[in-house]
């Protein structure tokens, strides 16, 4: 039988881990993680997410490394050897502007391409913020994952508010933990077509 719209959308968003990765990029095809560092203790739930990735192997690259050993990855994965780089003048530019100033890396698309990457996944807002442009130039859609304080913290939301209109409008998918989350990003301006709950990951086996 033939399902329905509405079921067609259970089916794909139900799913756990890798929901968001079915619709962007054939098998085997790599994801690139972006992240502000690996792994803190108080992020466990994104180790969990990235160790039990198979069908979309995850690349990482993060502009800190804290005790990678402590939270181990399939052989499949890797990190991508990338030194960010933002200029002062970038950065006092956008500072004055209220906004954050994006981060680079020089080679890296060159490096996304022999990778086979075909998505990138966000984690947190900032992360998003300041690789948006990374990512639309390397033509690869986005997907981004709010974890509370980068939907709460004013200070923050106040200098992210430019920048957050543009990542609502490039992303492809943003998810959430629930409802509450929901419904801060919609007070934010975010299109509602493009949220997806996705509830945070815990191996109760470990």
Excluded at 132 to 141: D, I, K, M, Q
Excluded at 162 to 184: I, K, S, T
């Amino acid at each position: 039988d033939e399902h329905s719209p509405s079921q067609l959308t259970r089916l794909l968003f139900c799913l756990p881990f890798r929901l968001h990765l079915f619709t962007l990029a054939p098998p085997m095809s790599a994801s690139l993680h972006l992240l502000d560092s690996y792994l803190p203790r108080t992020e466990t739930f994104i180790w969990q997410v990235l160790r039990k990735l198979r069908r979309y192997p995850p690349l990482l690259l993060a502009d800190r490394r804290i005790d990678p050993a402590a939270f181990p990855l399939p052989d499949s994965a890797g990190f991508l050897e990338l030194a960010p780089a933002r200029s002062l003048l970038t950065r006092m530019a956008a500072r004055a502007a209220g906004a954050y100033a994006p981060v680079e890396y020089p080679g890296g698309h060159a490096l996304l391409r022999a990778r086979d990457v075909s998505v990138c996944h966000a984690h947190k807002g900032y992360r998003a913020l300041v690789t948006r442009r990374f990512v639309r130039e390397a033509g690869l859609p986005l997907v981004v994952n709010f974890y509370g304080g980068d939907v709460s913290q004013q200070a923050f939301l106040r200098r992210a508010a430019r920048g957050y209109g543009d990542l609502f409008a490039q992303a492809r998918f943003l998810l959430v933990e629930g409802p509450a989350m929901r419904e801060r990003l919609l007070r934010l301006g975010a299109p509602e077509a493009r949220i997806r709950e996705q509830r945070l990951a815990i191996d109760l086996s470990d």
